[in-house]
C-alpha cells in the first residue's frame, strides 16, 4: 500500500517526524484523489512490525502484520464505513477507482451511527493483540450522525497513547467544530498538472491531456473513464455539441446511443457534461479562456462567436435545475429533445 505519486510531499511532511505523528488525523480534500489510499498506506505504516527508515517511509508489506492487514484481519484495525449506503452508483476513491457520483441516500441510510463508534470502545480501552499500535479508520466521516460524532468526541478526549484515528472526508467541513478541534486537519488537494499526465500516461491513457481538463483535473476520475470506456462516449457528445445541427430532435436522436450503450452517459452525467461545456462558453465569451475543453478552444470560440453571455449563463443556471430531476424523468426521450432545445437556443444570436 502505497499513496498516489502526487500526495509523495504531503506523505514525506506528515512522516518527517513519525514519533510524533497525531493521534486523530482528518484527510479532507475533493472526491476522487486518493485520500483512501493516503489514509490506507498509513494505517500499514502503524501497525506494520519491521518499519525501517527508508526514504519512502511505507510498510514493509511482508510481515505478520501486513499480511493480516492485506487480508482483511488485522485484530488491531477497525474500519467504520456508512451503513447502509444502497444504490450509489459510486466507486471508491481508492487505489484503483473513483466516486463518479454523489450517492443518493434516503433517511438514514449511508450513515455511521452511533452503535458503531460505541462499539470501537473496548478496541479502543482495551490492550493491543500485537503489543503495538491500534488503528481506526473512518471513512465518508461526515456522514456521522450526531450522536455518533458526540460519541466519536468523548473517545478523543483523552485517547490511549497507542491509539490512532484517521478520518476520511471529502465534505470535512460538515464535522462537528469540536470534532475538527480534535484532530489535525491534512487537505489533500488537486495534483500538479504535469505529474497527472505523466501518472496517466504510464498507464496507458492515450488522452490523457484532453480527460484530465474534461475530469477537472482529478486523474482518477480520468482514468476511470478510460478504463470503463466512458472516453469514448465523451468525446463523442462534444463532437455533437460542436456540430452544426439545429434541430433539438436531431441533435437528441444522436444522445441516445449514448445513454443506451454499455458503458455509456446516465442522464445526470449527460446533464453534468453540457454544464461544463456551457461553463467553458461563458468563460470564452467573457475573458476568453475556458477550463474543460481547452483542446476544442478553437471550435467553441467559433461557437460563441454570435450568441451572447446572458444567454448562455441562462442556460448554465437552466441546467443546475434540470439536473436535479435528471435521475428520474418522465419521459427520457421529451427529456433529451428539451435538454437539446435549451442548449440550442443558447447559441442562438442575440438570445438574452
Known amino acids: ?52 527508515d527508508g526514504p519512502e517511509r511505507l510498510a514493509c508489506g511482508s510481515c505478520n502484520s501486513c499480511n493480516w492487514l492485506a487480508a482483511g484481519n488485522h485484530p488491531d484495525f477497525r474500519l467504520v464505513q456508512p451503513e447502509d449506503a444502497g444504490g450509489q452508483d459510486t466507486a471508491e476513491d481508492g487505489a484503483e477507482a473513483v466516486r463518479v457520483e454523489s450517492p443518493v441516500r434516503k433517511l438514514g441510510q449511508g450513515q455511521v451511527r452511533v452503535d458503531q463508534i460505541r462499539a470501537l470502545e473496548d478496541f479502543v480501552f482495551v490492550g493491543s493483540h500485537r503489543q503495538g499500535n491500534r488503528v481506526v479508520l473512518i471513512s ?85 473513464w478510460e478504463e470503463n470506456g466512458r472516453s469514448e462516449a465523451y468525446f463523442r457528445l462534444i463532437e455533437t455539441l460542436l456540430s452544426k445541427v439545429s434541430d433539438p430532435v436531431a441533435m437528441a436522436a444522436k444522445w441516445t446511443p449514448l445513454l443506451k450503450a454499455e458503458q455509456g452517459f446516465s442522464l445526470g452525467q449527460l446533464v453534468e457534461a453540457m454544464q461544463k461545456l456551457m461553463l467553458d462558453l461563458g468563460m470564452l465569451k467573457i475573458a476568453g479562456r475556458c477550463r474543460y475543453h481547452r483542446a476544442w478552444k478553437d471550435q467553441l470560440t467559433e461557437l460563441v462567436r454570435s450568441a451572447t453571455a446572458p444567454g448562455i449563463m441562462s442556460c448554465y443556471n437552466e441546467l443546475l435545475r434540470i439536473r436535479a430531476v435528471a435521475r428520474h424523468p418522465l419521459n427520457s426521450q421529451l427529456f433529451l429533445e428539451d435538454l437539446a432545445a435549451r442548449y440550442l437556443r443558447a447559441l442562438a444570436p442575440g438570445r438574452v
Open 1 to 52: 500500500m502505497k499513496p498516489y505519486d502526487w500526495h509523495a510531499a504531503a506523505w514525506s511532511g506528515l512522516l518527517s517526524d513519525a514519533g510524533r505523528l497525531p493521534h486523530a488525523l482528518l484527510l479532507g480534500g475533493p472526491e476522487g484523489l486518493g485520500k483512501t489510499a493516503f489514509g490506507e498506506a498509513l494505517v500499514a505504516r502503524l501497525l506494520c512490525e519491521q518499519m525501517g
Open 140 to 224: 465518508q466521516a461526515e456522514t456521522m450522525n450526531a450522536a455518533a460524532a458526540n460519541s466519536l468526541l468523548k473517545i478523543l478526549e483523552e485517547p490511549p497513547s497507542s491509539v490512532y484515528f484517521i478520518l476520511i472526508s471529502s465534505y470535512w467541513r460538515r464535522l462537528l467544530p469540536t470534532l475538527l478541534s480534535r484532530c489535525r486537519t491534512l487537505i489533500l488537494g488537486h495534483p500538479d498538472v504535469g505529474v497527472a499526465r505523466r501518472w496517466l500516461k504510464d498507464r496507458g491513457v492515450i488522452e490523457a491531456e484532453q480527460l484530465l481538463d474534461l475530469a477537472g483535473g482529478v486523474p482518477l476520475l480520468a482514468a476511470d
